[in-house]
């Protein structure tokens, strides 16, 4: 590992400014400190989508159990994906009785409505997946929503339906080993969806208002078996003073202009060795004029990776914007997070390590608490404090920082898969059964 890249403060400052514009834009009023995309004000939006994993402001609980959060609700089905939250509406994605479904709920934990699209499509893995693993999300104007039966849609916010789309009908079924994980993505123009598989790979750009295609932009490249799987969500950033979208997947890593799609720029050099079995899965963060890539997987003795790519230049950057790797560490399924300029990666069995994501060099590792089970849904940092959630239903509080401190462990009594979400002082916990809120105080 060789660092060749120097902290920009002025950088720094314009990315801050862009990631402020972008995610009022989609997510509501939120906060924003030192750099990190906050999560806390009218939207918890998942975080894989957009942002960071973080907030740095707002008082979030420290300690809890199943019977005292604030609220519980039961939810009509299982699923994976992870609520989002704007102004006084709690939007998820959910099957219901054997249908693709939309459910809101008020901040207190009483339902709104639930509307019912297409015929729900069951998973391929029964025990970790479901048929919406996609997370919703919002430009405060309309829902939009994509299910593993290819259904992708549009919703007014009092749950009537504005659009459908069958995308298997137009452009046939999904191959991927898994199930679908890519979530959809908004821009003032557009909706943004992105399908990578074994097939004709894509980004494409949907009017909000009707879901008509107004662009697409091929993905497809020639890699190692599985490879071309990808289960990453799209990431909005600033590109030469433009919007932009970057894609992780296919061992490639490209940038595209989002009002066309158009290509900008492409990185590869992420599996040199030509490893099969690699999908994209752990979605990367960006930090200044950084992105921070998970590559291969930490399942598997030697193979994990983690790469900053500089997401200026133009056309294949291959040879020039790779600023440091490490071999020697990595994450297969957790999204990163960032926050106050340190990178946090969770592993499958509990092990944190804080990295730099300017040099690439530990600040500190550590350990939760040993389990039979594993994590598969991502961290969320509020002001400081980890919340990471064990595939067995215990989710950890721990403050990080300068190192691991932890705070508690809060068993919720079912499989917990889905990420989780913060805002306005909320904890919201998705488990296989139901939805929690758990706040300060409640103890």
């Not at 078996?225 to 030469?240: G, L, S, V």
């Not at 990595?330 to 999204?335: D, Q, R, T």
């Not at 600040?363 to 961290?379: E, K, Q, V, Y």
């Amino acid at each position: 590992m060789t660092p060749r890249h120097e902290a920009n403060q002025d950088a720094r400052l314009t990315s801050i400014l862009y990631e402020t514009l972008i995610c009022t834009l989609y997510r509501g009023d939120l906060s924003f400190a030192n750099g990190t995309a906050g999560l806390c004000g009218r939207l918890a939006q998942l975080a894989r989508a957009y942002g960071n994993n973080s907030t740095s402001t707002g008082n979030y609980p420290t300690a809890w159990n199943a019977e005292s959060v604030s609220w519980k609700f039961a939810l009509p089905g299982k699923g994976s994906s992870t609520p989002i939250l704007w102004k006084d509406h709690i939007y998820l994605t959910t099957p219901d009785e054997g249908r693709d479904a939309v459910l809101a709920l008020d901040v207190h934990g009483h339902k709104l409505w639930l509307t019912r699209l297409g015929e729900e499509s069951p998973p391929k893995q029964r025990q970790l997946g479901s048929s919406c693993n996609a997370s919703p999300v919002t430009d405060g104007k309309g829902i939009f929503v994509y299910f593993r039966s290819c259904c992708f849609a549009a919703l007014e916010l009092d749950g009537s339906v504005r659009w459908t789309n069958d995308l298997a009908a137009r452009f046939g079924p999904e191959h991927l080993f898994w199930d679908t994980g890519t979530s959809p993505v908004v821009t003032d123009e557009y909706v943004i969806l992105c399908r990578m598989h074994h097939g004709d790979s894509w980004i494409a750009g949907f009017d909000k208002a009707t879901g008509a295609m107004r662009w697409q932009q091929k993905c497809n490249f020639e890699v190692p078996t599985e490879d071309d799987n990808a289960y990453t969500t799209p990431m909005p950033f600033q590109h030469n003073g433009r919007a932009a979208i970057l894609v992780w997947g296919a061992d490639h890593l490209t940038a595209h202009c989002a009002s066309d799609g158009s290509l900008l720029w492409t990185c590869g050099g992420f599996n040199p060795d030509g490893m099969e079995y690699w999908p994209a899965i752990s979605s990367p963060v960006i930090y200044s004029n950084l992105v921070i890539v998970p590559a291969g997987r930490d399942d598997r003795p030697h193979q994990s990776r983690v790469h900053a790519i500089r997401i200026d230049g133009n056309g294949d950057v291959t040879s020039t914007n790779c600023v440091w790797k490490r071999d020697d560490v990595g994450v297969f399924v957790s999204s990163l997070a960032e926050y106050k300029g340190r990178i946090y990666l969770l592993r499958p069995k509990g092990e944190i390590v804080c990295l730099d994501p300017v040099t690439g060099s530990t600040f500190w590792s550590g350990s939760l608490p040993p389990g039979s089970a594993r994590f598969f849904a991502s961290p969320v940092i509020a002001n400081g404090v980890l919340y990471a959630a064990r595939e067995d239903g215990v989710v950890f509080a721990a403050r990080v920082e300068d190192k691991l401190e932890l705070l508690s462990e809060n068993p919720m009594g079912e499989r917990i898969i889905g990420s989780p979400a913060v805002a306005d002082g909320r904890l919201l916990l998705r488990g296989d059964k139901h939805l929690f809120c758990v706040e300060t105080g409640k103890r």
